[in-house]
């Protein structure tokens, strides 16, 4: 089945640890993003990458690294300056990042904090 | 800035009853929209979404929406609901960039 696969389904992060969130797509598609969910405030996007090897920040990039080293992989890093990154991430994909492609999004992970 | 807003952040309905969720956008060129659905334990999905052309657009499950530019709206709608219609449901608009911008959410709760 095609589709996008987030691990692991939960995370615990310990104080000025860095974790690392997986996201893998089978789709072929070129763009794939990272958006944070919260309570109240709906999906908003950390990182995009629109080709393998290039991505650019999103609204909420602080405190949050990326790579995009192969087409079906975009993992994303929390690292110890994200100071409230308790949520849920969710990953998602697009043929290409042109306006209108509609995203399919994976399972989500939930990151909480120790 | 650009922004989506869902009025309404909690419904509760009865099976059968009539549901209409508000969306509203702000931004004045040329927009591409989407309604979003995420139930209980699954992946958020695509319910309907709208290009051009006819302003009404229909989706999966019994879901309409209908795109009204004067009022920068783009609600969603179904005549009759069913438990399985328990979701949040999320608006976002797509502009002349990469980039999607979500609404707040609704949560809908539909009593059996």
């Known amino acids: 089945d095609g589709g996008i696969t987030q691990s692991p389904k939960y995370l615990f992060r310990k104080e000025g640890q860095n974790v690392t969130l997986s996201c893998e797509q089978n789709?072929?598609?070129?763009?794939m993003y990272w958006y944070r969910q919260d309570p109240g405030q709906g999906l908003r996007l950390i990182y995009y990458s629109q080709i393998v090897n290039d991505f650019q920040k999103g609204d909420i990039a602080e405190g949050y690294s990326v790579s995009r080293e192969k087409k079906e992989s975009f993992p994303l890093t929390v690292t110890s300056a994200q100071k409230n990154p308790t949520a849920f991430y969710l990953c998602?994909?697009?043929?290409?990042?042109?306006?209108?492609?509609?995203?399919?999004f994976g399972p989500g992970t939930r990151l909480l904090v120790l | 800035a650009q922004s989506v807003s869902q009025h309404n952040h909690h419904v509760i309905l009865s099976e059968a009853a009539s549901l209409e969720l508000g969306c509203n956008y702000s931004?004045?060129?040329?927009?591409?929209l989407f309604w979003y659905v995420q139930y209980p334990g699954q992946h958020l999905q695509l319910l309907l979404k709208?290009?051009?052309?006819?302003?009404l657009v229909k989706g999966i499950k019994g879901f309409e929406a209908e795109f009204i530019k004067s009022k920068f709206s783009f609600n969603l709608r179904k005549p009759s609901v069913q438990w399985s219609d328990t979701a949040e449901y999320f608006c976002a608009v797509s502009t002349g960039t990469y980039k999607y911008i979500f609404g707040t959410g609704t949560r809908l709760k539909v009593l059996a």
């Open positions: 709208y290009f051009s052309g006819d302003p």
């Open positions: 789709l072929n598609h070129d763009a």
């Open positions: 998602a994909s697009s043929i290409s990042a042109v306006s209108g492609e509609t995203q399919y």
């Open positions: 931004y004045g060129g040329t927009v591409n």
